[in-house]
């Protein structure tokens, strides 16, 4: 990890996913795009993922994703470390890797494999290759799978040394400690499960955290982390009640509103249409009023 120190230190912040916002006739608004970028590198935002979750990867083009990756890259500059999501398949996140390298990217978000079969030395084969395709940047690889355990992260580590952290985005806090603490390689543990999450995984060694909600309440996002760096649990405890009802709702039926809970949000608030692509939809009139009443609180009470 040596070569990348200032880039893993940059990363130990609020690591934002933005929304891809829709244009009326369903494309892509990349206008839009840079300037909600600009909007949350402007608030302080340190790290921002282009093609991550929030920003609906698997609903995108190949060449969507390349326009969102390059509008995001050129919004952020070096303001914030810029980490492009590529996955699919080999020589698909091979081929964007390389392209996030010559956009000026910092580093790649190795999306988890979306294969049904996927074995434990598959993985760290596959996150190695994309990982020499692009040998001049960070990685990041994304566990989302309780199947991969300390020693494949180890044992990726050894096989390809850009590789310097961990997004881990498994839904057991138990896990998560367990697999920092079976992992024998100095990475940047991440808490890929956003501000939920982000507590307990702090407590087991993760000194980042990636967020949505951030496209909504910055500050929000940034009191967490700095309550989390002051090793204050009190305050950390109070941001986290106050965004409970939030995530809540994004995680529900298995996250299945997670990026239209954001965007319906973000509509509200007058940054973008509330549009998103299949498999996801749009919320519903109560889960409407539930957005406007919890953006009332929060006015209330900032």
């Known amino acids: 990890m040596t070569g990348y120190h200032d880039i893993v230190e940059r990363l130990r912040t609020v690591v934002g996913i933005p929304v891809v916002p829709y244009a009326p006739d369903g494309a892509v608004d990349l206008a839009l795009t840079g300037r909600l970028a600009g909007r949350l590198v402007d608030a302080g935002l340190g790290a921002i993922t282009p093609n991550g ?3 609906e990867f ?11 990756a390059r509008t995001v890259t050129d919004a952020a500059g070096d303001r914030a470390v810029v980490v492009v999501g590529v996955g699919l398949d080999p020589a698909t996140a091979q081929a964007e890797a390389r392209a996030a390298a010559e956009l000026g990217a910092h580093a790649v978000m190795v999306h988890q494999p979306v294969l049904p079969y996927m074995s434990r030395q598959g993985w760290v084969e596959y996150t190695a290759a994309v990982a020499h395709a692009a040998p001049g940047l960070a990685v990041l690889p994304y566990v989302s799978s309780p199947v991969i355990r300390g020693t494949d992260i180890a044992a990726l580590a050894q096989a390809a040394d850009n590789v310097v952290g961990i997004k881990y985005s498994v839904p057991d806090p138990v896990a998560f400690a367990e697999t920092v603490q079976d992992t024998d390689a100095d990475l940047l543990w991440i808490a890929g499960l956003a501000e939920s ?3 307990s995984a702090w407590q087991a060694g993760a000194r980042a955290f990636t967020s949505g909600l951030v496209n909504v309440a910055p500050d929000v996002s940034f009191g967490l982390l700095d309550a989390l760096r002051q ?8 941001v986290w009640r106050r965004i409970r009802e939030f995530e809540q709702l994004r995680a529900r039926d298995r996250s299945a509103d997670n990026v239209s809970v954001v965007k319906e949000a973000m509509h509200q608030m007058g940054l973008c249409d509330r549009s998103v692509r299949p498999p996801s939809t749009v919320l519903g009139e109560p889960d409407r009023a539930a957005i406007t009443r919890i953006l009332d609180d929060w006015k209330a009470s900032a």
């Open 231 to 238: 090793d204050d649990a009190a305050r950390a405890s109070a």
């Open 53 to 55: 979750n929030t920003g």
């Open 197 to 199: 999450y982000a507590p």
């Open 58 to 68: 698997y609903a995108l083009t190949p060449r969507e994703r390349a326009d969102v």
